[in-house]
């Protein structure tokens, strides 16, 4: 115990020394615990880095089984300014090129109506607008929907009298009978005193798409008029595939290749810069060995990078390294060798024969199980080798060559693996590694109780040694002011 002779501070021993060696010792099983959180928020990081491993392989397991994905068809064009195409059907649909030409695209009506005495679009007409504008639908238009096909729309009215050019429009677009079939708009062509025309276009294209108007009495036609004229006729797309001529009342042609809608963006000109020149694409549908490929790739990589991480956080401890945070969890071991016993299994199609390359090589067998078969490969069909580090590579060619063989025809039908089931087990926040992480998360909530409560008694036991230790300290002190007052009186009857 360290001692000191009275100062000015007044103390005999050094208290605030004493105590704290008192709780170097008192602090040990606090270190303790705080060793063990330490060590438990480790694991807890590297468990979920895994559950991300294992969660990235189980998606693309799943994309590479995915059924719609092995059997799907993709589709180019040579020009993708002149159409689009999209696959609607991949059984549907059959590989290879075929040329389309765009020769029109569809049009809605449009009916210009040049009213005299439009010389604003918001003034009543000068001389005042008289007679009427009959507006009619005829029964076979596409104009109209299925109820109102037997009869038509009838003849529509709209009297002109004392009324502007937007009262006209307005009426038009207000009109319910012909809401979503014939719409008004107005335009100034910026020509002469009157440059306002009214124009009345239909809603659809295509040639069943036409309305007819009577202005004053006299029909609207094609013919240059004095007061009005149908300035373009409803008209289907045209288009020639493979040598076909075709036609669609929209753009878009959905039945002209099976399994195939194409979308016409542009079609030639008959005069203009382009002289008429025929405007053609190509449309090549191909298999998805690409995205098969690119799948295949894409698990054989997931599947690495989990064997090598569960590796590296299961590793014993050497001399020169420590272990790995995970090297004891019984957790982990169980999802290495499940996993690895998964991929081992292969993978299994729904089409039982003989499996055998050409020179008589076996690369399948056929199982009957529960009265039905299935023939189990394994990923080396597809090109994927496992190496001892328990690395997946792939053999791009040999891939290649499975995908044209009866493997790939096999796999577009869709198969399944003993991998992803697996994987399934462990993953996501219902999987058994979730329960895991949240039982490692529980312990260490336990353990942070503990260390509140260590550190709280550690808090008292200070206190009170601090109190007695202050005590002692006082008490001594005032010995040696009462041996130091003796002393001095003794010297003095001496003296």
Same mark, same amino acid.
């Given at each position: 115990?360290?001692?000191?002779?009275?100062?000015? $501070?007044?103390?005999?021993?050094?208290?605030?020394?004493?105590?704290?060696?008192?709780?170097?010792? %008192?602090?040990?099983?606090?270190?303790?615990?705080?060793?063990?959180?330490?060590?438990?928020?480790?694991?807890?990081?590297?468990?979920? /880095?895994?559950? &991300? *491993?294992?969660?990235?392989?189980?998606?693309?397991?799943?994309?590479? %089984?995915?059924?719609?994905?092995?059997?799907?068809?993709?589709?180019?064009?040579?020009?993708?300014?002149?159409? =689009?195409?999209?696959?609607?059907?991949?059984?549907?649909?059959?590989?290879? &090129?075929?040329?389309?030409?765009?020769?029109?695209?569809?049009?809605?009506?449009?009916? =210009?109506?040049?009213?005299?005495?439009?010389?604003?679009?918001?003034?009543?007409?000068?001389?005042?607008?008289?007679?009427?504008?009959?507006?009619?639908?005829?029964?076979?238009? &596409?104009?109209?929907?299925?109820? %109102?096909?037997?009869?038509?729309?009838?003849?529509?009215?709209?009297?002109?009298?004392?009324?502007?050019?937007? /009262?006209?429009?307005?009426?038009?677009?207000?009109? %319910?009978?012909?809401?979503?079939?014939?719409?008004?708009?107005?335009?100034?062509?910026?020509?002469?005193?009157?440059?306002?025309?009214? +124009?009345?276009?239909?809603?659809?294209?295509?040639?069943?798409? $036409?309305?007819?108007?009577?202005?004053?009495?006299?029909?609207?036609?094609?013919?240059?008029?004095?007061?009005? @004229?149908?300035?373009?006729?409803?008209?289907?797309?045209?288009?020639?595939?493979?040598?076909?001529?075709?036609?669609?009342?929209?753009?878009?042609?959905?039945?002209?290749?099976?399994?195939?809608?194409?979308?016409?963006?542009?079609?030639? #000109? *008959?005069?203009?810069?382009?002289?008429?020149? /025929?405007?053609?694409?190509?449309?090549?549908?191909?298999?998805?060995?690409?995205?098969?490929?690119?799948?295949?790739?894409?698990?054989?990589?997931?599947? #690495?990078?989990?064997?090598?991480?569960?590796?590296?956080?299961? =590793?014993?401890? #050497?001399?020169?390294?420590?272990?790995?945070?995970?090297?004891?969890?019984?957790?982990?071991? &169980?999802?290495?060798?499940?996993?690895?016993?998964?991929?081992?299994?292969?993978?299994?199609?729904?089409?039982?024969?003989?499996? @055998?390359?050409?020179?008589?090589?076996?690369?399948? !067998?056929?199982?009957?199980?529960?009265?039905?078969?299935?023939?189990?490969?394994?990923?080396?069909?597809?090109?994927?080798?496992?190496?001892?580090?328990?690395?997946?590579?792939? /053999?791009?060619?040999?891939?290649?060559?499975?995908?044209?063989?009866?493997?790939?025809?096999?796999?577009?039908?869709?198969?399944?693996?003993?991998?992803?089931? +697996?994987?399934?087990?462990? !993953?996501?926040?219902?999987?058994?590694?979730?329960?895991?992480?949240?039982?490692?998360?529980?312990?260490?909530?336990?353990?942070?109780?503990?260390?509140?409560?260590?550190?709280?008694?550690?808090?008292?036991?200070?206190?009170?040694?601090?109190?007695?230790?202050?005590?002692?300290?006082?008490?001594?002190?005032?010995? !040696?002011?009462?041996?130091?007052?003796?002393?001095?009186?003794?010297?003095?009857? !001496?003296?």
């Amino acid at each position: 115990m360290s001692t000191s002779s009275v100062s000015g $501070s007044g103390t005999v021993i050094d208290v605030q020394g004493i105590v704290n060696s008192l709780m170097q010792v %008192e602090q040990r099983p606090l270190a303790a615990i705080n060793d063990k959180i330490k060590a438990a928020n480790v694991s807890i990081s590297a468990m979920s /880095d895994l559950k &991300s *491993m294992v969660d990235s392989a189980y998606a693309a397991s799943s994309a590479v %089984e995915d059924p719609m994905m092995l059997s799907a068809k993709t589709i180019s064009l040579s020009d993708t300014s002149i159409a =689009k195409a999209t696959v609607t059907s991949s059984s549907d649909a059959t590989l290879g &090129s075929i040329l389309v030409k765009s020769l029109r695209l569809a049009e809605a009506q449009k009916t =210009k109506l040049m009213i005299p005495g439009a010389t604003t679009a918001s003034a009543t007409l000068n001389p005042p607008g008289t007679g009427n504008l009959l507006i009619e639908i005829p029964a076979n238009s &596409s104009l109209l929907s299925e109820d %109102e096909l037997d009869a038509g729309s009838g003849p529509i009215e709209f009297n002109l009298t004392n009324q502007s050019l937007e /009262d006209i429009r307005d009426a038009i677009n207000a009109d %319910e009978r012909l809401s979503g079939k014939v719409r008004a708009d107005l335009v100034n062509t910026g020509v002469g005193p009157e440059p306002w025309v009214l +124009v009345l276009t239909g809603s659809k294209t295509g040639a069943s798409a $036409s309305f007819s108007t009577t202005y004053m009495g006299t029909p609207i036609t094609t013919a240059v008029g004095s007061n009005g @004229q149908v300035i373009q006729q409803p008209l289907a797309a045209l288009a020639q595939v493979g040598g076909i001529s075709v036609q669609s009342e929209t753009n878009v042609f959905e039945q002209a290749i099976p399994g195939i809608r194409i979308e016409l963006l542009k079609a030639r #000109t *008959m005069s203009g810069v382009d002289g008429g020149t /025929d405007l053609n694409t190509t449309v090549a549908v191909s298999d998805n060995k690409s995205a098969i490929t690119s799948k295949v790739t894409a698990l054989a990589t997931a599947f #690495t990078n989990l064997v090598l991480k569960i590796r590296a956080l299961t =590793k014993s401890g #050497t001399p020169d390294a420590k272990a790995g945070p995970l090297a004891s969890n019984s957790g982990v071991l &169980s999802l290495s060798s499940s996993v690895m016993a998964a991929y081992s299994q292969g993978f299994r199609v729904n089409v039982p024969g003989v499996w @055998q390359e050409s020179d008589g090589t076996l690369i399948g !067998r056929t199982v009957y199980e529960a009265g039905e078969s299935y023939t189990q490969l394994s990923w080396a069909h597809l090109g994927m080798e496992l190496g001892r580090d328990g690395a997946v590579s792939v /053999d791009a060619s040999r891939l290649a060559t499975a995908l044209e063989g009866k493997v790939g025809l096999a796999i577009a039908g869709g198969f399944v693996s003993s991998l992803k089931t +697996v994987l399934n087990t462990f !993953r996501g926040v219902s999987g058994s590694m979730q329960n895991v992480l949240d039982s490692m998360r529980t312990n260490v909530t336990n353990l942070q109780n503990d260390q509140e409560k260590s550190q709280a008694r550690i808090d008292r036991l200070r206190s009170a040694y601090l109190a007695r230790y202050s005590g002692l300290d006082a008490k001594l002190v005032q010995m !040696r002011q009462t041996s130091s007052s003796v002393q001095a009186s003794l010297a003095s009857l !001496r003296a």
